[in-house]
Structures are given as structure tokens and as C-alpha cells.
């Protein structure tokens, strides 16, 4: 658990760093930052996706995914969740960003592979270098996050405590399930998501890209569904 402490404490502190720089940002400023922002996330994004290797599997996952999502209305939840945030904790934040880049940066912080394994890592081992590393990148990407979107990221260190702290705790009895293939396609699934919050950023479009988020349960199914394919055709099972 101590990992997911560690990295949680990393984006709070860059968050505060990133909000010394937002306050002192002029409004017509926020676009470079903004557009700064979102082109970082679609380097990152696009490193992750590439590594996927089963894109019919991707563009399933996201396609019905975002279906699911739009259907259950999985961004509208977690904006309520940042306005109530906001509301008890930030009354001074104007406008939307503080739900948007609790949103935004939740996402980016959790979806990636690193996560994933780094958790599993320290659950499993005891090995925290992965999170610690994980934990340097998100503290410098949560400054520039900060500095656009202002102290909803800070928010987010709850997103990483909770999620990587959940997958710590059970990876005794996930990890016999996680796979090469499988944490390559979550990766590519992940990667994909980081895409839309860089899109977004950089106001080329308006996309609900929490939506999306039941695409890393679905790519999931797909992969280990095609295991067990292989495996009873090969062995009867």
C-alpha cells in the first residue's frame, strides 16, 4: 500500500508546484498551456497504443465501450464527483476546470500499464521501483497539468490511492491472470484513452473520454477469451 502512498504524495506535490504557476498564468496564457499539455498526453498516448497488436480487439473494446459508457453515463458520475469536490473543498475554483482535470488527470495517472504491474510488483514482491518511477513521471506531469487545469488535479492523488491502492491489496490473486499479451493490450487500450484526454487539451474536439473507460474491462475479455479459445482447442479443456 505504501507504493500507492508514495504516488499519490508525488501528484499532490507536483499539483502544488502546477498551481503556483496557474495562479500566476494570464488568461490568454492558458491556451499555450492547455495546448502543451495535450500534445504531452498524445506523445505518451500514442507510445502506449502502438504496442498493441490486436487492433480488432482495440477498436471493439473502444467502440462498445464507449457505448456502455455513454449508456451508464460513466462521465457525467465522475464530473458530479469533481463538482462535489469542488463545492466542499474548492469553492473558489471558477468555471469547469477543476471537475475536468480531476477527470483529465485520473484518467492519465491510472490507466497505464505502469500501474498495472508496478502494482502488482509492490503487492506481490515488494518491489516499489516501478511505482517510484511512475510516481517521478506523474509528479512532473502533474505540474503541467496544474498549471492548465488548476487544483482538480491535486484531487486526483485520491484516483491513484484508491485504484492502485485496491490492485496492491488483490494482486496476490490477480497476478496468475495477468499476461504479456494481456498487459499489451490494456496498454494499447490505455494508450488510446490518453489520446482522447490529449485531443481534448488541445480543443480539437469535445470528447466524454470516461466513457471509454469499460474498453480496459472489455479488452480484457477479449484476450482472456481467446486464451481459453487456444486452450481447448489444443488440449480439450
Known amino acids: 500500500m505504501i507504493a500507492a502512498v508514495v504516488n499519490a504524495l508525488a501528484v499532490l506535490v507536483g499539483s502544488l508546484i502546477g498551481l503556483l504557476l496557474h495562479a500566476k498564468i494570464k488568461d490568454n496564457f492558458k491556451t499555450i498551456v492547455y495546448a502543451g499539455a495535450g500534445t504531452t498526453a498524445l506523445v505518451i498516448g500514442i507510445q502506449m497504443a502502438i504496442t498493441s497488436s490486436k487492433i480488432v480487439y482495440l477498436?471493439?473494446?473502444?467502440?462498445?465501450?464507449?457505448?456502455?459508457?455513454?449508456?451508464?453515463?460513466?462521465?457525467?458520475?465522475?464530473?458530479?464527483?469533481?463538482?462535489?469536490l469542488k463545492k466542499t473543498f474548492a469553492?473558489?475554483?471558477?468555471?469547469?476546470?477543476?471537475?475536468?482535470g480531476f477527470l483529465n488527470s485520473s484518467v492519465l495517472f491510472c490507466v497505464g500499464a505502469m500501474a498495472i504491474i508496478g502494482s502488482f510488483k509492490a503487492g506481490t514482491e515488494g518491489n516499489y521501483d516501478l511505482i517510484f518511477t511512475k510516481s517521478v513521471m506523474d509528479g512532473f506531469m502533474s505540474i503541467v497539468f496544474a498549471a492548465a487545469m488548476g487544483i482538480g488535479v491535486a484531487f486526483s492523488a485520491l484516483s491513484i490511492l484508491v485504484y492502485q491502492g485496491i490492485l496492491t491489496l488483490v494482486a496476490v490473486w490477480v497476478k496468475p491472470f495477468v499476461t504479456d499479451p494481456l498487459l499489451r493490450e490494456l496498454t494499447g487500450v490505455g494508450g488510446t484513452l490518453v489520446i482522447l484526454v490529449g485531443v481534448n487539451l488541445m480543443g480539437m474536439a469535445k470528447i466524454k473520454t470516461a466513457n471509454f473507460l469499460p474498453a480496459l474491462l472489455l479488452?480484457?475479455?477479449?484476450v482472456v477469451g481467446e486464451g481459453f479459445a487456444v486452450a481447448h482447442h489444443l488440449f480439450g479443456m
Open 59 to 84: 477498436a471493439l473494446s473502444m467502440i462498445i465501450g464507449g457505448i456502455l459508457g455513454t449508456w451508464w453515463k460513466i462521465e457525467d458520475g465522475i464530473l458530479a464527483l469533481g463538482e462535489t
Open 91 to 100: 469553492r473558489r475554483q471558477e468555471g469547469t476546470d477543476f471537475a475536468y
Open 219 to 222: 479488452i480484457i475479455l477479449f
